[in-house]
T-cell receptor, first 111, second 115 residues
């Protein structure tokens, strides 16, 4: 499994864009990049995933660099409810859907 | 709401006892994964069941075992409980059409305390 590096914490003002970086320099060609978040005392929530193209859904956008060694999750207009721990997880298509969670980034959205 | 339910919500057991945790997967999902989350850490993969068979296991001892039923619900059993087993136990369901792909939908978890 590819190793990931994420900043331990970030702050964002409500209404502003939150940009959460993730370094996955050892990612292999068949590993997708998945993002999940975990709001306090709840189960993790799937956000978005991608292979090499940028992706967007109703929750967020995912920007993956051309060399695939890093990615950025963008929450375009952060709200207080987006306060959570965000996990970047490379996932091999050959594994049994095992998600390997690191320590993630604790995002605090403030007024 | 993901449609994944777990029971019980909280549980207190004594060291050496056995415990069974239950999970009902989201409608249409045939794959269930179990994770253990100790306080302040990320979830750790225990094992996964796909169509009633174990389909991958993490670094957990054999006293952690599971079952998946024909309706795709699942149980996690832990024998000979140890203090370090105190954690939040999460189950996640997914549609395992393609091996290794597919987002997982997590339940709210069962908080197990071993005293």
């Amino acid at each position: 499994d590819a190793k990931t590096t994420q900043p331990p914490s970030m702050d964002c003002a409500e209404g502003r864009a939150a940009n959460l970086p993730c370094n996955h320099s050892t990612i292999s060609g068949n590993e997708y990049v998945y993002w999940y978040r975990q709001i306090h005392s709840q189960g993790p929530q799937y956000i978005i995933h991608g292979l090499k193209n940028n992706e967007t859904n109703e929750m967020a956008s995912l920007i993956i660099t051309e060399d695939r060694k890093s990615s950025t999750l963008i929450l375009p207009h952060a709200t207080l409810r987006d306060t959570a721990v965000y996990y970047c997880i490379p996932q091999d298509t050959g594994t049994a859907s095992k998600l390997t969670f690191g320590t993630g980034t604790r995002l605090q959205v403030t007024l | 709401e993901t449609g994944v339910t777990q029971s019980p919500t909280h549980l207190i057991k004594t060291r050496g006892q056995q415990v069974t945790l239950r999970c009902s997967s989201q409608s249409g999902h045939n794959t269930v994964s179990w994770y253990q989350q100790a306080l302040g850490q990320g979830p750790q993969f225990i094992f996964q069941y796909y169509r009633e068979e174990e389909n991958g296991r993490g670094n957990f001892p054999p006293r952690f075992s599971g079952l998946q039923f024909p309706n795709y619900s699942s149980e996690l059993n832990v024998n000979a409980l140890e203090l370090d087993d105190s954690a939040l136990y999460l189950c996640a369901s997914s549609l395992g059409v393609r091996r290794g792909l597919g987002e997982q939908y997590f339940g709210p978890g069962t908080r197990l305390t071993v005293t």
